[in-house]
């Protein structure tokens, strides 16, 4: 069955930065788009990032632009997100889901706090 | 990016037929539709159905989605204690090039 697996995340101090990974299995990952969506602490869900299933195009939102991408290595099955100059209003369970949103993983918490 | 509207909460009796609503434009809802998702407290989110209205497989048949113009709707009929839980909608947009969410829904079932 298809899995995801996000780890990479912890707390984090103002400004710093992390690499959150998200191991796929039980599905061709190349062969499909994947998504970043986040949810802070009490709020609703936030779409992040979505790349093409051969990383042909990746798209970022307005509040991520610029210092958060989006990135895959299709030989190890392995979706990333660089998170960078962390800001407080970042911390969030972020999530990985498959291009229809029919598959989520069980998400990382990455905390910014100093 | 705006995103999409939906009503904070909805409130209704076991085995009542509740319907929650999404509202966009005519560059994301109204282009490919919505697709519905449900989260219960300290789960991810469940696909429930996909853009084109249909159910992934094991989704009960009480549910059922539908669009008109901008607006989505999932409905869910003879509620269960089980169906208490945070409900949101999301799209693709095609001129932003993002997907957005609604700001979700919270169903009680009394």
């Known amino acids: 069955q298809v899995q995801l697996v996000e780890s990479g995340g912890g707390v984090v101090q103002p400004g710093r930065s992390l690499r959150l990974s998200c191991a796929a299995s039980?599905?061709?990952?190349?062969?499909?788009?994947m998504h970043w969506v986040r949810q802070a602490p009490g709020k609703g869900l936030e779409w992040v990032a979505v790349?093409?299933?051969?990383?042909?195009?990746?798209f970022h939102a307005d509040s991520v632009k610029g210092r958060f991408t989006i990135s895959r290595d299709n030989s190890r099955n392995t979706l990333y997100l660089e998170v960078n100059s962390l800001r407080a209003e970042d911390t969030a369970v972020y999530y990985c889901?498959?291009?229809?949103?029919?598959?989520w993983g069980q998400g990382t918490l990455v905390t910014v706090s100093s | 990016q705006a995103g999409l509207t939906q009503p904070p909460s909805v409130s209704k009796g076991l085995r009542q037929t509740a319907t929650l609503t999404c509202t966009g434009n005519s560059n994301n809802v109204g282009d490919q539709g919505a697709a519905w998702l449900q989260q219960h407290q300290g789960h991810p989110p469940k696909l429930l159905s996909y853009r084109n209205n249909s159910r992934p497989s094991g989704i009960s048949e009480r549910l059922s989605a539908s669009r008109s113009g901008n607006t989505a709707s999932l409905t869910i009929t003879g509620l269960q204690p089980e169906d208490e839980a945070d409900y949101y909608c999301s799209a693709w947009d095609r001129s932003l090039n993002v997907w957005v969410f609604g700001g979700g829904t919270k169903l009680t079932v009394l």
């Open positions: 790349i093409a299933y051969d990383g042909s195009y990746k």
């Open positions: 889901a498959k291009d229809q949103q029919d598959s």
């Open positions: 039980g599905f061709t990952f190349s062969n499909h788009d």
